[in-house]
């Protein structure tokens, strides 16, 4: 099929790559020609494993391009994908849907021909109705011959590539038989792997998203709750969330206890369903998300607080070393980072702050460039009167403790992430505190 992506971001641009690698001859599409001349060459504006690949091998086989004219889509495509960002709305939790309505706009005065146009974009509930009803006022052509679906993803970066080619599910938000056999056939390939995919209206399709991401964010939430109840006991929160893994009711994703979520997507998606929640009066979700992005926040307070601890009371005049600037391993993203918000704070209450990260160390540098960065672990830790691990990457699960041990001026390390295997680490003489973990 001939396809469209509309926005080549993390999302527009892993999609396009993918629908290409199943077959579909893809334009992707964007206002930001920097962008479109660097995926136009194979090269990814962001980290995520394989992107890099994949574009090379599916720009090489003529089924993918990239353009900075809406036109180009609208000329080109049977079916075309809203891929755009829906980012925090500034001084509100609500979401900022300029963007979508902007390319939405665009692109439907542009059509000459019947089309499917297919939301991805995580959005609040009733967006997807708004611009259906939109979309039967203003499309130039005759009306019921441009139809819209949703069909939300849930990628995860560093795994997205696999996230989209072989997916949990898939959901089709969807008015029309017609609607629902084009994306069977966009989507025949991954269908054939046998996994669930739901058929539902607009309004469940957009839940799915940002109630699937509440979930999760009240999981993690919950065992940062436990860690602090944990610490104040004696009890060890690893321990604590192994034992609760194992009831098939909770399983052991998202119980890892640490310095909480971050990232593009899951803070401000939660803020988004919580105003929406607001403004259609569902006050419990209102309540239950305000709670759960509160101990989110609080997490970060306690590491700096125990951060400060581990050096005697006073950031003034210390050298902490930060293992970590993106939001997660396998990704260069640093919104709404944890560990930089950290690096931050222990920053401004008068530490000097050296931060390492395999792949974020450029994005860190352009959001906080007051902190110090170093090129490698070992080049961080020098002279370190505390090293905090904030993001699980291998290269610090993985690290030699005997060798840090002769660089840092004070061998003191407060895992907060609980990756680290603390026998080996204290056994190369380092004091070592995790979060939620019992001190020796």
């Known amino acids: ?50 992107l890099p690949e ?51 706009d665009a692109l439907v005065a542009h059509l000459t021909r019947a089309c499917v146009i297919v939301g991805k974009s995580t959005v609040p509930v009733g967006t997807a109705s708004e611009l259906s009803d939109r979309l039967s006022k203003t499309s130039p052509i005759d009306a019921g011959r441009v139809e819209l679906a949703w069909n939300p993803e849930f990628l995860r970066e560093g795994l997205a590539i696999k996230d989209t080619l ?3 599910r898939l959901v089709f938000g969807v008015q029309s038989d017609h609607v629902r056999a084009v994306l069977d056939e966009v989507y025949a390939e991954i269908l054939q792997q046998g996994m669930p995919c739901l058929e539902t209206d607009f309004a469940t399709a957009e ?32 321990m604590l969330s192994t034992a609760l893994g194992h009831d098939s009711r909770i399983g052991p994703k998202f119980l890892s206890a640490g310095l909480g ?8 998606d939660i803020r988004a369903f919580r105003a929406r929640a607001g403004e259609i009066g569902a006050q419990s979700v209102l309540g239950l998300l305000r709670e759960v992005d509160e101990i989110n926040m609080q997490a970060r307070e306690r590491t700096a607080a125990l951060a400060r601890n581990l050096l005697g009371g006073t950031f003034l005049g210390k050298n902490v070393t930060v293992l970590g600037a993106a939001f997660k391993p396998n990704s260069d ?54 090293v905090v691990v904030a993001t699980e990457w291998d290269h610090y699960r993985d ?32 004091i070592v505190r995790s979060v939620g973990r019992p001190a020796a």
């Open 1 to 50: 099929m001939k396809v469209s992506v509309i926005g080549t971001g993390y999302l527009g641009a892993v999609h396009a790559a993918c629908m290409a690698e199943i077959g579909h001859d893809v334009i992707g599409v964007d206002i930001d020609p920097a962008r479109i001349a660097l995926l136009a060459s194979g090269r990814a504006p962001f980290f995520e494993p394989g």
């Open 54 to 104: 994949l574009l090379e091998r599916t720009l090489a086989s003529g089924r993918l391009r990239f353009s900075d004219r809406i036109e180009d889509a609208a000329e080109f495509a049977d079916v075309h994908f809203l891929c755009v960002g829906t980012p925090q709305r500034p001084g509100s939790y609500s979401a900022d849907l300029t963007y979508l309505h902007e390319a939405f």
């Open 166 to 168: 072989h997916p949990d």
């Open 207 to 238: 839940l799915v998203k940002v109630a699937a991401n509440a979930f999760l964010a009240t999981k993690i939430s919950f065992i940062n709750s436990m860690a602090e109840v944990c610490e104040a006991s004696g009890a060890d929160v690893r």
């Open 261 to 268: 979520f971050g990232g593009g997507c899951l803070p401000k």
């Open 333 to 386: 993203d640093v919104r709404d980072s944890p560990a930089l918000n950290v690096a931050a704070s222990m920053h401004l209450r008068g530490a000097r702050v050296v931060v390492h990260d395999p792949e974020a160390m450029a994005n860190a540098r352009r959001v906080f460039p007051t902190l110090q960065y170093a090129d490698s672990i070992e080049s961080a830790c020098w002279s370190a009167d505390l």
């Open 399 to 430: 690290a030699d403790p005997t060798a840090l041990a002769g660089v840092v001026r004070s061998a003191v390390v407060l895992d907060a992430r609980n990756v680290l295997d603390i026998g080996r680490w204290r056994s190369a003489g380092w």
